[in-house]
């Protein structure tokens, strides 16, 4: 037996996180339609309890758009200092299990307890004591993923929501890849997506033809890490200390912005909190991406990677002004513009690798 297939991950994830908060700390709420966020005519939903998302309500999605899908729909502000506190209550839940613990965000993450601190040998069985001390403990409810490798886990902890707890084994990960429609591999967008589709590629089954060369013909990076999860291969270990990747600035507007004199000083505002954070970080990056969104929620984003570690600002900043005139359609407003750079120096001046997958 590999190396792979002796570890045990799991993968929990809190169901309707914030919403499930909020109607724990307001029992009239629970069993209602709920969203978290804002409702005024630009608000955008954080989060939507189960009840709610029936209706197809979910979350990025635009309040008034989400009232005309549920009309009974209720509202509360997000409290997120509130969230983060119950995060670390979850977090000292996963530490009595195992040390090795990955956050993903406040309501997910993975725990390799291949060694685990408790008595119990059986990932499941650990899954399902989590789950149960979160529900007795904290009155919330989690779905678990259980697998050999970080994405089955992943994939896993979404198959039957909410308070699932699904398991795949190493015997049944490699089949259970090749049943996987492609929409469902984490980190395939919809633009990969259709490219996958115009190469007859519609489940992990069709992957398994092409060799990993050819894949990273096709997509990249990317390639390679399809060419091996599509057997149901995936060696990253769970990190407990991560490395940010990343390092951004982006401003959501009250109100529309249009004409290149507010859009460039709008720009400005973020540009300028952007580099504040970037030299307070203390390293160095190579890639910069400018991401705008416009009126009509269309997120649009444009990149460039330099030779050498980005340390002249006016340069950096010509440069983004030059990918935001390419970005920008003539007389469309805008809602949101950001900027993040990332490809950071590691010791001896080695680049970050960056994750392609989730």
Not at 237 to 263: H, L, W, Y
Request: net charge neutral; proline share 4%; with cysteine.
């Amino acid at each position: 037996m590999s190396k792979e297939e002796t570890r045990k991950i799991i993968h929990i994830d809190m169901d309707a996180f914030y919403a499930s908060v909020e109607q724990r700390d307001h029992p009239e709420l629970r069993g209602k339609p709920l969203a978290v966020g804002g409702t005024g005519g630009r608000g955008v939903i954080a989060a939507a309890s189960y009840e709610a998302r029936k209706f197809g309500v979910r979350s990025a999605m635009p309040s008034r758009v989400a009232l005309r899908k549920c009309p009974t729909l209720l509202f509360v502000k997000p409290e997120f200092e509130k969230y983060k506190a119950v995060s670390r209550e979850i977090n000292a839940i996963f530490e009595r299990y195992t040390s090795v613990i990955e956050p993903l965000s406040l309501d997910e993450a993975f725990l390799d307890v291949t060694y685990s601190k408790y008595e119990l040998q059986s990932a499941t069985l650990i899954a399902q004591q989590i789950k149960n001390d979160i529900r007795n403990e904290l009155d919330l409810v989690a779905s678990a993923g259980v697998s050999y490798n970080k994405f089955l886990a992943k994939i896993a902890s979404d198959q039957d929501k909410p308070d699932g707890l699904f398991v795949i084994t190493p015997e049944e990960g490699p089949e259970f890849m090749k049943q996987l429609p492609i929409e469902d591999f984490f980190g395939v967008g919809k633009v990969t997506a259709e490219k996958m589709k115009a190469n007859t590629i519609f489940k992990g089954i069709d992957l398994l033809p092409y060799s990993k060369w050819e894949l990273q013909q096709l997509f990249g990076k990317t390639g390679g890490f399809l060419y091996d999860i599509a057997r149901g291969i995936d060696d990253r270990p769970v990190q407990s200390e991560r490395v940010r990747k990343s390092v951004g600035a982006e401003m959501t507007f009250s109100e529309d912005v249009k004409g290149d004199i507010n859009i460039n000083e709008k720009f400005s505002q973020v540009f300028e909190k952007w580099w504040t954070r970037y030299e307070a970080h203390g390293k160095k990056g190579r890639s910069v991406t400018l991401k705008i969104r416009n009126y009509e929620f269309e997120t649009i984003t444009r990149s460039i990677t330099e030779p050498d570690f980005v340390v002249n600002k006016t340069e950096i900043r010509e440069k983004l002004m030059d990918l935001m005139k390419e970005a920008i359609l003539p007389d469309v407003p805008l809602r949101l513009i950001g900027v993040s750079i990332s490809g950071f120096e590691l010791e001896g001046d080695k680049e970050v690798s960056q994750l392609t997958i989730w």
